[in-house]
């Protein structure tokens, strides 16, 4: 089992806005997506570990830019590009806290997701993907990004296993 220390642990949420959520996505929907997330957020919070909500913004703004939930006082990192580091003060925050492990959840696997892990790792965290707190845009990319790329980068869970370990 894979141990979750609280204290120099984060909880990376990408993209769990309205459009983004109601995109066709696989394997899981983006419903089934947000229950896990929210479920690990729950837990995360309440063993104090930071909680950071990552959010596109796109210049034309379009409907259902929204987050799917109430943030509450997690950090929201607005971001620009595909991923959450690039352009925000991501990393900063992170430190700051004392941050070493970065577990992710969100929408898409093979795009916000995995750019942001990548990134997370390039940065010199540990770094954990919650495989059913993710979702894609197809089957082969969340497969090879939980099968072939995340494997290599650091450690893939379920999200009973992200609790439990956290315990």
Do not use: C, W
């Amino acid at each position: 089992m894979t141990k979750i220390d609280p204290a120099t642990t984060a909880l990376v949420l990408v993209d769990l806005q309205e459009r983004i959520v109601a995109l066709p996505t696989t394997p899981h929907t983006g419903e089934t997506v947000l229950a896990n997330a929210l479920r690990l957020r729950e837990a995360f919070r309440a063993a104090g570990a930071p909680v950071v909500i990552v959010k596109v913004s796109r210049p034309d703004n379009p409907p259902g830019n929204e987050l799917v939930f109430d943030p509450q006082d997690d950090k929201i990192v607005t971001k620009f590009t595909i991923g959450g580091f690039a352009g925000t003060d991501l990393d900063e925050y992170l430190r700051g806290k004392g941050v070493r492990t970065v577990v992710f959840g969100g929408i898409a696997t093979e795009f916000g997701v995995e750019s942001t892990l990548r990134a997370a790792s390039d940065h010199g965290y540990d770094t954990v993907a919650v495989s059913d707190a993710m979702t894609a845009l197809s089957d082969i990319s969340h497969e090879n990004a939980i099968t072939k790329i995340f494997p290599r980068l650091g450690t893939v869970v379920t999200t009973d296993e992200a609790l439990a370990g956290l315990a």
